[in-house]
């Protein structure tokens, strides 16, 4: 049970552009989803912490203007990195907090999204 | 904040050799937890520990978090290959709130 499907698993965009990375619960209903950032050989690092029918939460040092967070329904989050450049360029992993006696002990993550920006 | 030391970085070892990958938290550990993760995948769930002394396996990989919950450590007995990866220990708190992980170890196994 508790499955969390991410999209696109990768993309490849032109600095200036943005992009939009969609995470969705299949089987449950969400109220609180995390984004997560990775660097290469380096581990996750919290970007935010997305909440349905609010305002996301940051963590410091996190452009809350750059990497927009949507969360609409109680079945999608998206994340949207705006005038992205290559500094953008990053593994980006969503993860949810799954009812209790499901999913891991209560969390599921997807499978991740690989943004690379030219 | 909760902060997650692992050790070693990186680890590389012969198939069959025995190995453990350490974490070591600030604070105390209300729920400790073990990942694998292949380069640019998704993370896959290997245990959860939560009680001073808890020890757990599934097949050949053992975790044992310490009376004091504020260390872990995961054991791989005569690893193999297929073992090959990037470990991460995450820690929940007492609210419903994002993990914090550890800075990750990469293992290698040479056959």
């Known amino acids: 049970g508790a499955v969390v499907s991410q999209h696109p698993s990768w993309v490849i965009c032109k600095s200036g552009t943005s992009v939009k990375i969609e995470c969705r619960s299949l089987?449950?209903?969400?109220?609180?989803m995390f984004w997560y950032r990775q660097f290469p050989k380096q581990s996750l690092m919290l970007m935010a912490t997305s909440n349905e029918g609010s305002k996301a939460t940051y963590e410091q040092g996190v452009e809350k203007d750059k990497f927009l967070i949507n969360h609409a329904s109680l079945t999608l989050s998206t994340l949207t990195v705006t005038s992205a450049h290559p500094e953008d360029s990053s593994f980006y992993i969503c993860s949810a907090r799954a009812p209790e006696g499901r999913a891991n002990y209560g969390y599921t993550f997807g499978s991740g999204t690989r943004l690379t920006v030219v | 904040s909760q902060e997650l030391e692992q050790s070693p970085q990186s680890l590389i070892v012969q198939e069959g050799k025995n190995l453990t990958i350490n974490c070591t938290s600030s604070?105390?550990?209300?729920?400790l937890y073990w990942y694998k993760q292949k380069y640019g995948e998704g993370l896959i769930f290997l245990m959860m520990l939560q009680k001073g002394g808890e020890e757990k396996s599934h097949e050949k990989i053992t975790a044992k978090l310490d009376e004091k919950k504020q260390q872990s450590s995961l054991h791989i007995t005569a690893s193999q290959p297929s073992h090959a990866g990037i470990y991460l220990c995450g820690a929940g708190d007492t609210g419903r709130r994002a993990l914090t992980f550890g800075s990750g170890t990469r293992l290698q196994v040479q056959p």
């Open positions: 604070k105390t550990l209300y729920g």
């Open positions: 089987d449950f209903q969400a109220t609180t």
